[in-house]
């Protein structure tokens, strides 16, 4: 069966603590995967495609990574304005699949 | 107005009403979807249509009834809902059509409903 997940399931930073969020996926042949941002009280916004293993992409603060068994999300120097939850995604056998998402709360 | 606009944005009722959610997208997208997302819990995939189309029903109680009257417009019809079924209801478009797992499935979401079933 697809699956996504997601770690850790809430992080708590200071305002320009550097981390990374993780997503890990069981699908049969990966054919990509997407990262999105998701504010309180709205819907999932799209950040990032990554096609294929070894692929890397960059917005502003945030890098996007993709190796064959996992995705990370790296957050450099952080602002409160980057407080989401981030959710990843991966197309599987029948339908796009999302992990349960990790609340970032980022401190002043 | 631009993206994908979905009314209202937040809905009370009983298990008894009839209700129904609207979604409009604005950005001349093939294919349009409901989601669910309760909390701590994975979206999940309710409904897809490719122009105007249902493509896939994914195993959804019939109290939940989907219409898509054109490309650009998408309704959930509410009827005898459960408490369990409290939760936000989000729609959302892609350009491709591509329906399911394809790689371009960019989508764009709406801003969601808040559903609350007492």
């Known amino acids: 069966e697809d699956q996504v997940t997601q770690s850790p399931e809430a992080l708590r930073l200071q305002e320009g603590e550097s981390s990374s969020l993780n997503c890990s996926y069981t699908v049969s042949g990966l054919r990509g995967l997407f990262w999105y941002r998701q504010d309180p009280g709205k819907g999932p916004e799209f950040l990032f495609t990554l096609y294929s293993a070894g692929e890397e992409k960059e917005k502003e603060r945030l890098k996007a990574t993709l190796t064959k068994k996992e995705s990370f999300l790296h957050i450099t120097a952080p602002k409160p304005e980057d407080s989401a939850t981030y959710l990843c995604?991966?197309?599987?056998?029948?339908?796009?699949?999302f992990g349960q998402g990790t609340r970032l709360t980022i401190n002043p | 107005e631009t993206g994908v606009t979905q009314t209202p944005r937040h809905l009370v009722m009983g298990m008894t009403n009839k209700k129904s959610l609207k979604c409009e997208q604005h950005l001349g997208h093939n294919a349009m979807y409901w989601y669910k997302q309760s909390a701590k819990k994975p979206l999940e995939l309710m409904f897809v249509y490719n122009f105007k189309e249902q493509t896939e029903n994914n195993s959804v109680p019939s109290r939940f009834s989907p219409e898509c009257p054109n490309s650009s417009h998408l309704f959930l019809h509410l009827h005898t809902l459960q408490p369990e079924d409290s939760a936000l209801y989000l729609c959302?478009?892609?350009?491709?059509?591509?329906?399911?797992?394809?790689?371009?499935?960019?989508?764009?979401f709406g801003s969601g409903t808040q559903l609350s079933v007492l």
């Open positions: 995604a991966v197309p599987g056998a029948q339908k796009l699949v």
């Open positions: 959302a478009s892609s350009q491709e059509g591509s329906g399911w797992g394809g790689i371009n499935e960019k989508l764009f």
